[in-house]
């Protein structure tokens, strides 16, 4: 018998040996916690297609808030669901809207602590449902648009948020929000560019939390899930125009790109584990088929893998504690 002198097993055979060799690591700074916060609300609401996740009101988000902090995550992201919506959403731009008056109280609650992120996008505040202001003939007007992002900039950066989620996918946007948070002497507050943001199915639960208005699609200014270059460029574009971080969303679905965009940037890459891949584990757990805080932590570690520095997960906190108690 041929003798063996190469045996990869031996970097296997123990917890220990494993723990010691691993090529990935999870930490919680890593991590960063999405959540809404909805206007009207008294107490917490559960989100049904997202068991675990709720609409917030401002009390419970201030306390998971500090839970998070606790926890030693990252960061949250904050997105508001008004009572009121109009075509240009301006509730999103107003200091006393639902968002601006949560990132507040966030900042102020736990600001120190872990870094408050808010989403800049009209969706959740417009009463059509899109990420834009729409042109008479319903399309969806770019330019108009980056005019309200901008104001939208300036009134969650003077709300606090310490850092802008940029998600709605027109082209432009990190250059014109750039220009008018350092035209506004705000230029110590961060932009995390949603560089490469597909016009995904996966979105479905998410679109439940917030609400949304929307009727037809976002293919005009979301990728296509197709293109894969595509996805490269649009990262290039815009840390060309000074984003600080940018984003791939999804991220299972969309991990080539991720490792594409990751081996290239010279800024932080982060990836959202969007809703739609939260439910599907969630569903499958409670069915029994697969083994949930396993595949929890799999699904984490594959992103990291594959490249992101820092994963949006509604699983944040949760994993927090299972990574600190290894």
């Not at 916060?37 to 049904?48: A, M, N, Q, S, W």
């Not at 997105?79 to 109280?105: C, K």
Request: proline residues 4%; charged residues 25%; contains cysteine.
């Amino acid at each position: 018998m041929t003798s063996l002198t190469v045996r990869p097993r031996r970097l296997r055979q123990s917890a220990a040996v494993r723990r010691l060799m691993a090529e990935t690591r999870l930490d919680p700074a890593q991590l960063v916690l999405p959540m809404f916060v909805k206007e009207g609300l008294d107490e917490p609401r559960p989100i049904t297609s997202m068991p675990g996740v709720v609409h917030h009101s401002l009390d419970s988000l201030r306390a998971a808030a500090v839970e998070a902090a606790e926890a030693g995550i990252g960061g949250v992201m904050l997105f508001g669901i008004p009572e009121h919506r109009d075509g240009i959403g301006s509730g999103a731009t107003d200091p006393d809207g639902v968002l601006n008056v949560a990132t507040r109280a966030v900042a102020a609650e736990v600001g120190d602590a872990l870094v408050v992120q808010t989403d800049l996008c009209l969706d959740e505040f417009t009463d059509h449902g899109h990420c834009g202001v729409l042109a008479a003939d319903g399309s969806v007007d770019n330019d108009a648009t980056l005019i309200r992002y901008r104001d939208m900039a300036l009134a969650q950066a003077d709300a606090g948020s310490a850092l802008l989620g940029l998600s709605g996918m027109m082209d432009g946007q990190v250059a014109a929000v750039r220009e008018a948070l350092d035209e506004a002497g705000r230029s110590d507050v961060l932009i995390l560019g949603y560089a490469a943001k597909y016009a995904s199915s996966f979105y479905g639960p998410f679109r439940d939390a917030v609400e949304s208005a929307l009727q037809g699609d976002r293919r005009t200014y979301q990728l296509d899930p197709a293109n894969r270059r595509e996805g490269r460029r649009e990262a290039a574009l815009d840390i060309e125009q000074g984003a600080d971080v940018v984003m791939v969303k999804p991220a299972m679905s969309y991990l080539d790109v991720l490792a594409d965009v990751a081996e290239t940037s010279p800024v932080p890459v982060w990836a959202y584990q969007v809703s739609g891949e939260y439910a599907m584990v969630e569903a499958a757990a409670a069915n029994g088929w697969i083994d949930r805080d396993r595949a929890v932590l799999e699904t984490i570690t594959g992103i990291r893998r594959a490249g992101a520095d820092a994963v949006l997960t509604y699983w944040a906190v949760e994993a927090a504690g299972w990574l600190r108690d290894r």
